[in-house]
């Protein structure tokens, strides 16, 4: 219960009036239960409802989600079901590449997206999902290995090319691995904030964690109900996700082991 | 279906065994992506990292000047050094602490043991979020729940979190305490994989549940630890959004909040000092790379393998 207790505080905050969030920090229940709080977060700020926050993440979400598993999808299968000279090398970077910090890279991604001009664009935060995440390539790899190697052959003998093996066969095996790679896709992307706050300087590009982060910035002490209550929406959908995928979430993280 | 007939059985053998083309056109996307992405921007990364760049005009070269600076004037920077890794080592081994701790006490064949499971997990799942970064804010606040609950408790005076940079500093290692989930579940897995057996034979013989601990689960769980000792490490050093949420951007109070990430991001992209940042971020990189090294090496002294005994 005491791990909870922080979240169900900040849900119950978010009814109450923005004077007393405070002064009854010790309680609770609101009293009086208030609505408007939501209603004046949704309004947004700088003129942009908190509707067009939601929707920016959403495109950025959706595009890098199917982008990175299809993409990681089609890597696996190169590295955990055909043989090719370097195979060793490129899967030793691509293991490398996952243990790398990601501030090592930041700065001249920066520069590159800059020149090409792309600032205040989704497409440096979309773009470079394109190409395969190499936590869901070893993911991938591993459910893959899974499956028996018969069904490649007795699909082969039937006259399938790999690529067509690839499509009929692997692809519908791995919906479990999918799908938790698609779920960890969602989060990362959802909560980002390091890379929407390099790239998106319009207010009306920003992004939810953005919205939240320009909120706590404006508002400072005066409308802490609406902040807290924009801040139960953000999690919403994280929530909701995680309740009806918990089980391929849980699968996902003792299979491999990464992130958090 | 007869096509394999034309062909002698050597030469399809070594159509089986390379098939370049296909190989090739799977993973394109990775090396594409890898030399674009990853490989060309840590070279340049250590290139610029030589240099004296604003992004506006062209990169001066200086030689070492960034890392002279970086070693020896700038007193910021040493700050946040000591400030990572005060958060690298006493967060890390608290997280995973309580994360061995809960694991244990969920494996166990209870009924409803799962939805425990699913719960504490949630808190890791969305705690990367600025939105629980803003809640964990609120809570440490002056007149937050914490306060009200010490005060509930009998403390009379609050307890200014923010106001004194050792203070703030432990928010944020709380946080990253409250967000064991992931270590927790890969130690559940492994308590999983430990024979009941050795631990009713450990009781018949009479040992307290502090022995068992120590002679069975510790030694049978230490590759496990390593692993996730390994990856919370490198984590942690990279801690980013919380820092600069909890401390609006400054790294406060007094830098205490100042981790290495975030100090790099203001050198970056608030001073747009692109080459002190990228040589804070190659030492940061080889500091990692260290350290996990170090980790690996040392690991034959403490990591026990079961199949190497026998």
Known sequence: ?260 | MSAVMGEGVDQMKLRTKYDNVAGYTFIAPFIIGFLCFTLIPILASFYLSFTDYDLFSSPQWIGLDNYKEMFFEDEKYWNSVKVTFYYVLAGVPLRLGVALFIAMLLNRDLQGIGIYRTLFYLPSIIGGSVAVAIMWRNLFGNDGAINALLFFLGVEQPIYWYQDPISALWTLIFLSAWQFGSPMLIFLAGLKNIPKTYYEAASVDGAHAGHRFFKITLPLLSPIILFNLVMQTIGAFMTFTPAYIISNGTGGPLDGTLLYSLYLFQQAFSFFHMGYASAMAWVMLAVIALLTLLLFKTSSYWVHYESKEE
């Open chain 1, 1 to 260: 219960m005491l791990m909870l207790y922080p979240l169900v505080w900040f849900l119950m905050s978010s009814f109450k009036e923005s004077s007393s969030i405070f002064t009854t920090a010790h309680s609770l229940i609101p009293d009086p239960w208030v609505w408007t709080n939501y209603v004046i977060g949704w309004a947004g700020i700088g003129g942009h409802s908190f509707g067009t926050f939601i929707k920016n993440s959403f495109v950025i979400v959706v595009l890098s989600t199917i982008g990175a598993v299809f993409s990681s999808a089609l890597i696996a299968y190169g590295f955990a079901r055909i043989n090719f000279y370097g195979k060793r090398f490129w899967f030793t970077c691509m293991m490398l590449t996952m243990m790398l910090p990601h501030d090592v890279v930041i700065i001249p991604q920066y520069i590159l997206f800059s020149k090409l001009g792309w600032l205040n664009s989704f497409k440096p935060i979309i773009v470079p999902q394109l190409f395969g995440m190499p936590f869901f390539i070893f993911l991938m790899m591993q459910f893959i290995r899974t499956i028996p190697a018969e069904l490649d052959e007795a699909a082969k003998i039937d006259g399938c090319s790999k690529y067509s093996i690839f499509f009929k066969v692997i692809l519908p095996l791995l919906a479990p691995a999918l799908a938790t790679s698609a779920i960890f896709s969602f989060y990362w992307r959802w909560e980002d904030l390091i890379n929407p706050l390099i790239y998106l300087n319009k207010p009306e590009l920003y992004t939810v964690s953005m919205a939240l982060k320009m909120f706590l910035d404006s508002q400072s002490a005066s409308n802490w109900g609406a902040m807290f209550a924009m801040s139960v929406v953000s999690l919403l959908p994280v929530v909701v996700v995680f309740f009806i995928f918990q089980k391929y979430i849980v699968e996902g993280i003792s299979i491999t082991g990464l992130k958090g």
